[in-house]
């Protein structure tokens, strides 16, 4: 975990040397401000777990910057120290956001007592948000299966589980990056601290920019109050990059800054915050050659891509198949409150001899459409609709195919066409109907399931 950050508002020196030499000598990190502006300055930047404010200070009283304070960031508890024990200014600090109130001289060992109370229930808090969203998310082991390619990726990834550099996850559609991203996070040590992810392809350059960094008010038409960038919610945890390959080339050098120097600025802000991010980031795309074609920036990619996972396709571990497509089904039964739907002989061949361009996505996909259109009982080969089919076949994923599949996959292609009449289709084969329907047997193709439904 990171160390405990304290900021001290105080503006005699004496008190700031004390404090700071005693909590420094007990592991705190101490930033100091001297006035209203610099208080708000320090707070904004420094990002503290606990602000300390003394009650009087040269351009105002405590009083004032509290809710100011508060406006920043309400989750930083506030003690506010005083001269003169006074009822009154306890109950008026508390009623402006005070969790403490402090009497001078301080005690430096209550201050610490207090101190360390307040970090761990901020702390608390913050590890009771985080998991509840995980409880909600439920988190999904992302090494289904017991392929040796599998197994080395889990080996390897448990290798870095524990450290803080970037993370360049790479992989085709749908074959489990973000499942691997929120693993990292879940099982590391910023586990307690949001996971906050966005994906970069699906945002503008602008929209982007204001996702990640945040705005200050009036930063741009339409800019009514201030805004917290993704960076700042994900501070102390994880920031997951999806699609980063997409990420505009004018994004791309601020990310470089936070990632090299830990601070960033709002748009329209005159003044850089200090931030602390791990960054995980994904891609389908091979980043090194958009780097080396210029299409990436080289810097960036070199940071991002200090530690690699490359995430393997389905269609490269076709003995997990099976077993993974039993486990979706038990699932896919129980969110039915029904048992597990089995799968015949000629399924499971189908599933393991597909190709999978759309991967785990697409296995989900094609079972759960399965189970949702056939009768009941476990599931044949002609309960199977895979994606590749609806349009034409996608090329690529053709070289792994069977004849027999790939004969299948013409035949349900014209019978979708044809909406399951047999003999246009068997026209537009060019075969008998005879020859076309002992081929729909043999294959375990039901025609029905292509018929058009009633009106
Ligand atoms: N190991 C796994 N166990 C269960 N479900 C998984 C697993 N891996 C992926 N999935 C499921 O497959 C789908 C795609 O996974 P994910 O979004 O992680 O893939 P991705 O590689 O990030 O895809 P994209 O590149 O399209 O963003 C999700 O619905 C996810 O829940």
Known sequence: MTRTRILLVDDEPGIRLGMRGFLTAHGFDVDEATSLAE??????????????????LTDGTAL?????????????????????????????????????F?????????????????????????RLLAERSRILRGTVNPFMGGSATIRALQAQAERIIESDSPVLITGETGSGKSVLARWLHEGGPRKDAPFVDLNCAALSKDLLDSELFGHEKGAFTGAVAAKQGLLEVADRGTLFLDEIGDMDSAVQPKLLKVLEEKRFRRLGDVRDRRVDVRLIAATHQDLAVAARDKRFRSDLYFRVSTLILHVPPLRERPEDIVGMAHQFLAELGAARGRGSVGLRPDAEMALTCYAWPGNIRELRNVLERAVLLSGGGPLSRGDLRFEATAGEPASDADDHLTLEELERRHIERILRREHGHVERAAARLGIPRSSLYERLKRLGINRSGFQKPDP
């Open 64 to 100: 004032e910057l509290l809710p100011r304070l508060k406006d920043i960031d309400a989750s930083v508890p506030l003690v506010v120290l005083t001269g003169h024990g006074s009822i009154e200014l306890a109950v008026q600090a508390v009623k402006e956001g005070a969790e403490q």
């Open 39 to 56: 208080a708000q300055e320090a707070f904004r930047t420094s990002r503290p777990d606990v602000a300390v404010v003394d009650y009087r």
């Open 102 to 126: 402090l009497t001078k001289p301080v005690e430096l060992a209550v201050l610490k007592v207090v101190l360390d109370r307040l970090v761990s229930q901020r702390r608390e808090r913050q």
